[in-house]
């Protein structure tokens, strides 16, 4: 396996994490949704505070990561050039990145 292929594979492990945590936080949406003590605020009361509670903004990112990661599925292509497997390489790199506390994560994927 190779350095890249180690580091698709970090990625994509943390993207599966973050799938489960997303999960948690539509069932703590829901609860709280349907909880009785908030029946009287009005619909979508939530809606101001997306950023902290909204996991439909992560569940987009998760898919969003997900699809560059494809692109390079896709590349397998031996016809693809060796700076555009450089690009590739450095934009999952920038992928990574947020997962860079993580103990599996390897200072040589640091872009």
Not at 12 to 32: N, P, Q
Not at 45 to 71: C, P, Y
């Amino acid at each position: 396996m190779s350095d890249l292929d180690d580091l698709i594979a970090f990625v994509r492990a943390r993207l599966d994490e973050d799938e489960r945590k997303i999960a948690a936080m539509e069932r703590e949406e829901r609860r709280v949704q349907t909880a009785p003590i908030f029946q009287s605020h009005p619909p979508n009361w939530l809606a101001g505070v997306d950023i902290f509670v909204s996991s439909k903004r992560w569940r987009a990112e998760v898919e969003a990561k997900r699809r560059i990661l494809q692109l390079h599925d896709a590349t397998e292509d031996p016809t693809i050039s060796a700076d555009a497997w450089v690009v590739m390489g450095k934009a999952i790199k920038m992928l990574a990145l947020p997962y860079a506390s993580h103990p599996d994560y390897r200072e040589k994927w640091r872009p």
